[in-house]
């Protein structure tokens, strides 16, 4: 049985690692280092702090490594506005699902994501939504997500105080 515990503010630094690795796996490199790292660790810090917050942190410690983390989800839930599908608006949302590649194929990212949708659950959260990659797919499907029909689209803005050219 794997043992998925909630995170702690301790276990920030470990998040940020997992989150590189989760990112270069969709990238194809690992980020390079800068402001981001920093500003994340700072982030989870303070919200995994905060008692009942809007964030969930799921964790797996590795076995043979005291002090790494194995797997780890992140969760948030978002207000929005009600619809006829969700009443109440509340959305979760996941993120950050990453494995130690020393650590794949062992059940750890699924004991995590069955821990933070019990968690949705508790809340009253009925809609959840995540970006699946190729890989993580099946997983997901297993656990009930299915694709939408929602095209996705993004628009980065320039930071305040530069204008885009």
């Not at 390079?32 to 989870?44: N, S």
Request: charged share 25%; hydrophobic share 35%; proline share 8%.
């Amino acid at each position: 049985m794997v043992e998925v515990r909630q995170a702690t503010p301790e276990d920030a630094p470990e998040l940020v690692r997992l989150r590189a690795l989760m990112l270069a796996s969709i990238g194809g490199e690992e980020p390079a280092d800068g402001p981001w790292r920093e500003t994340t660790l700072g982030t989870l810090r303070t919200r995994l702090a905060e008692p009942d917050g809007s964030l969930a942190v799921f964790v797996v410690d590795s076995p043979d490594q005291p002090g790494t983390l194995a797997a780890c989800v992140v969760g948030v839930i978002e207000s929005r506005l009600g619809s006829p599908d969700n009443s109440a608006g509340e959305m979760g949302y996941v993120f950050s699902v990453a494995t130690d590649p020393d650590h794949r194929r062992r059940g750890y990212s699924r004991a995590c994501m069955q821990r933070l949708l019990a968690w949705y659950q508790q809340r009253d959260v009925t809609t959840v939504d995540l970006k699946a990659s190729a890989e993580g797919e099946p997983l997901y499907r297993s656990l009930g997500f299915v694709r939408t029909r929602d095209p996705a689209m993004r628009l980065i803005l320039p930071p305040r105080g530069r204008v885009k050219r």
